[in-house]
């Protein structure tokens, strides 16, 4: 169902303009209780994880060609999974070959630093730097336009930022933003 959702939304893979972006969420294992989804860390084995959380969002990357895909709110296995390598760079990047757009839900990367969250960054500047150095390109909340102070301090290099930025002007692109 969703792979029909998502090739519904996007339209033809092969035109040179997609109708829209569908967007997958929540990457990854979004459970535990609802009102501490901010700070909840899970901690699943790595079968459960395989076999119960990633099937479905494997299926709408490799097979449905999602474009974009929501980081979750929680932590995974002690990091947020914004600044989780292992989910954003080893499997969906890596093992999936996924080449589009992630991006955080709406105040997540504020969750790394924030006295309600994660406590996983001292302030925003590391939380973005966190978030952009695990492929987080885009920023639902007031994190990324600390991006230019994050540079000053050397806290990431324009490297992670300019490779985020080839990845949203390709989908900017590909949507027939920029004709």
Same mark, same amino acid.
């Given at each position: 169902?969703?792979?029909? %959702? %998502? ?12 109708? !829209? ?14 009102? =501490?989804?901010?700070?909840? +860390?899970? /901690?699943?084995?790595?079968? /459960? *994880? ?8 494997? +299926? *709408? $990357? $490799? ?8 980081? !979750?709110? &929680?932590? @995974? ?5 914004? !600044?989780? #390598?292992?989910? %954003? &760079? ?13 991006? =955080? ?5 504020? +969750? @790394?630093?924030? #006295?309600?969250?994660?406590?996983? =960054?001292? #302030? %925003?500047? =590391? ?6 150095? &695990?492929? $987080? +390109? *885009? ?6 336009? &600390? ?11 324009? !490297?992670? $930022? ?6 949203? *002007? ?10």
């Amino acid at each position: 169902l969703g792979m029909a %959702v %998502v090739r519904g939304l996007q339209g033809d893979p092969s035109a040179p303009v997609l109708k !829209a972006h569908a967007c997958a969420k929540h990457f990854a294992v979004h459970s535990g209780p609802e009102p =501490s989804r901010h700070r909840f +860390d899970v /901690d699943v084995s790595e079968r /459960d *994880l395989r076999e119960t959380y990633l099937p479905a969002f494997k +299926d *709408l $990357v $490799v097979k449905a060609g999602v474009q974009e895909v929501m980081i !979750a709110y &929680n932590r @995974f296995r002690g990091h947020p999974c914004g !600044a989780s #390598d292992y989910l %954003v &760079n080893t499997i969906l990047r890596g093992e999936w070959g996924y080449g589009g757009l992630v991006m =955080s839900d709406c105040w997540a990367i504020a +969750d @790394f630093y924030r #006295d309600y969250g994660h406590h996983y =960054s001292p #302030d %925003v500047y =590391s939380a973005t730097a966190a978030a952009l150095h &695990n492929g $987080v +390109d *885009l920023n639902c909340g007031d994190s990324y336009p &600390n991006i230019p102070e994050t540079v000053r301090r050397g806290l990431v290099d324009e !490297a992670d $930022v300019d490779r985020s930025l080839t990845r949203l *002007l390709a989908a900017r692109f590909r949507l027939g933003g920029l004709d």
